[in-house]
């Protein structure tokens, strides 16, 4: 069956055919209408080459938009700048004209010499350092030209962007040289890499790990380098987005040894203040451009809630049906259509499901249909990420269940409907997720399955909070100690530290050192910090957050790897008797080794899906800022929390009903972090009304809920925080809820929900009141991580609780 765009019929039309169905129509809550938008031009900025401007020409692209032109023109000014615009706007454009036209300066000669200087008339001309063979008189003197740096996220986008490079530098030569080095990157082709390429794509994962603490290797190329991209850096946020802004200010560090101060070049889906969060994650001003004036097509948006379904959850709850389960329904449908469509779920597990849910309803439709829908996320191997991409370029795929991995930025051309499963966290990937489709100024259909789940029920039904609302502000903190402190380890083994490396590294960056040098990780030698262990100074910094070694999921009896679970997220993924799911195959863990960190699996379809129960405990280590509201008091400081994974629940895979419970035997975990919290008294409890046999319950359900808004107001997801509700807390010794970022040392966001405390607080009361169930279910007070099984709870004390802490709210 041929694919056909949503402008054959509309989008418009495209939904009343998926609203036909019996019922269907009442699902949706709100339709928005965006309506198309004329673009403008402007002129080519002036400074760039005239051979970049025929090559972009060559590849279709005749005139630039207005936010093109301003970008480029601040990079060319040799001033850092973010680009914060939306999906398709051309964002990539604007800094490949200048970073195409320094590549090519250097190739006639404008670059820079091995002293640093500017190499004026010298230079050896477009073949010097040209093709794969012998380097040119520029490399043998030490020189190469100009050099770039590309940084993504994820390695499929580096590897998308350098085709999309090749593709509009081809008329230039062999003066532009892009090369991917990554982890997936042969070891045959690095050297070639590293001597010969100037445009490097890479991640930085990688530039933490292989190119910084190797950077006399890549002498060369750090000496020349003139730009720096990031793009899509709105995705550096909380821990790891701390620890990429350690890893700039080390590359800036090292650059610097080498007499080179590259200009930074971001890219964004539209963000608050994206110029601030630019400047936290480089640590250098940088200016913003954020008006997008590319042409858009009718992008029809609409929010969509499963149906209520005969069963009974925890308590008796009542369940809706699974957002997964619907959004495979529709997928199914759009796919009947030949409606080129991605489905966006947030976890891997979600993505598998999705797509085998599908091809099985569409094998009984058309069987030829069933292999064209497949799914995507990070966690498949390099050969299996690669061969779904040149499906989705070739357009063999018509439907696609996808994790953010695909999300960020790759260029998948012709999509023209995008299921958003579950509210991916914050509005910046709403809006970039349903920019995934009509990417080609066509009319686009995007729809929000909302989850059983108090933010999704919110939104769907508060749609102002979602259309109206500015986006979020970037959160990282890269002050954090338990992120900085690795990275000033790796400095130190990259150059020695000296006291002014304090201005690069911040005001914690004597305590830190001194902290470092007595537990004889730094050793000081006159005016400087060496690093003197043999281990490798880098692998103290778990960039990713991930806190330890990937788990290994390994089939049993074969020995074959079928990919890697993050450590931190091991317990609660491939315990004993976890259902896995990979490539559209389930299997169960048949035994979860702790030691070796390897979960070994077996091929299995058990009519089930596992979730992990587990247990927490918080003590107060330091009070750093206290509030009071009235009698209340809301507070942010250190904590320390205890938490251990005791048990997990076995759910049918359609409907989520609850099957039975199993024991677990796993070590408790320990972490500290940081915690906002806040207290009641006695007297504000009984002028409240809520009672004493109350109290646990409705503390209790204001914590579930006070989790699942969050992401509003925070950058985050509720998987990034926890809580725990106590009704007298043996520090604080009166009724207290906390929410804790889940990072070691912190990530920002629960100082950014103290920040915003009366606003998120007020969200909460007014989401749980708003709800029409009678004791409390998933869309307002359960909790689908909660390690007591949702019990107690009570949502009339919740909201009571909550009105009266407000009462007095600053």
Known sequence: MPSRKVSDSGPRTVLAQLTAGEGRAARITHTEHLPPRIGRHAAWPEQIRPEVVDAVRESGIERLWEHQARAAGHALRGESVIIATGTASGKSLSYLMPVLSALLDGADGVGTDADGTSSGSTGSGSAGAGSTGAAGPELRRGGRGSTALYLAPTKALAADQRRAVAEIAAPLGTSVRPAVFDGDTPVEEREWVRVFANYVLTNPDMLHRGILPAHARWASFLRSLRYVVIDECHTYRGVFGSHVAQVIRRLRRVCARYGSDPVFLLASATAAEPGEAATRLTGVPVAEVTEDTSPRGELVFALWEPPLTELEGERGAPVRRTATAESAELLT??????????????????????????????????????????????????????????????????????????????????????????????????????????????????????????????????????????????????????????????????????????????????????????????????????????????????????????????????????????????????????????????????????????????????????????????????????????????????????????????????????????????????????????TLTEDQLDAAGVEHSVLPGALHAAEHAAIGLLPLFATCDRWDIGGVSIALHPDTLLPTVFVYDGQPGGAGFAERAFRTAREWLTATRDAIAACECETGCPSCIQSPKCGNGNDPLHKRGAVRVLTELLASAA
């Open 333 to 678: 449908d759009l796919a009947v259509q030949g409606v080129r469509t991605v489905a966006f779920v947030r976890s891997r597990r979600g993505a598998e499901l999705i797509s085998l849910i599908a091809q099985d309803r569409l094998a009984a439709v058309d069987r030829s249909l069933s292999d064209r829908v497949a799914a995507y996320r990070g966690g498949y191997l390099p050969e299996e990420r690669r061969a779904l991409e040149r499906s989705l370029h070739t357009g063999e795929l018509l439907g696609l269940a996808a994790t953010n991995a695909l999300e960020l930025g790759v260029d998948v051309s012709g999509l023209d409907a995008v299921l958003i499963t579950g509210y991916p966290g914050t509005r910046a990937s709403v809006w970039q997720q349903a920019g995934r489709a009509g990417r080609t100024g066509e009319g686009a259909l995007a729809v929000l399955v909302a989850r059983d789940d108090p933010l999704d029920t919110y939104l769907v039904h508060h749609p102002d909070s979602l259309f109206r609302a500015p986006v979020e502000s970037t959160v990282l903190d890269p002050d954090n100690p338990y992120v900085l402190a690795p990275h000033l380890c790796a400095a130190a083994s990259e150059i020695p530290l000296n006291d002014g490396d304090a201005e690069l590294f911040g005001t914690g960056f004597a305590d830190l050192v001194r902290q470092l040098e007595e537990r004889k990780l730094l050793r000081r030698r006159g005016a400087s910090w060496y690093w003197t262990l043999k281990e490798r100074a880098c692998d103290l910094a778990d960039i990713r957050g991930s806190g330890g070694t990937p788990v290994q999921v390994v089939e049993d009896g074969t020995g074959r790897l079928l990919g890697t679970v993050d450590a931190g997220a091991a317990h609660t993924t491939v315990h004993d008797g976890a259902v896995h799911l990979h490539q559209g195959r389930t299997y169960v863990v048949r035994h979860f080794d702790l030691d070796n960190s390897v979960a070994l699996v077996e091929e299995a379809a058990p009519p089930w899906t596992t979730m992990a129960r587990d247990t927490t405990s918080v003590s107060v280590l330091e009070t750093d800022q206290e509030v009071p509201w009235g009698e209340a008091h809301l507070c942010y400081g250190t904590v320390e929390v205890t938490n251990q994974v005791v048990s997990y629940l076995r759910r049918r895979i359609i409907t989520g009903e609850v099957m039975g419970e199993t024991k677990l035997d796993l070590p408790p975990r320990t972490l500290r972090t940081r915690a906002v919290w806040w």
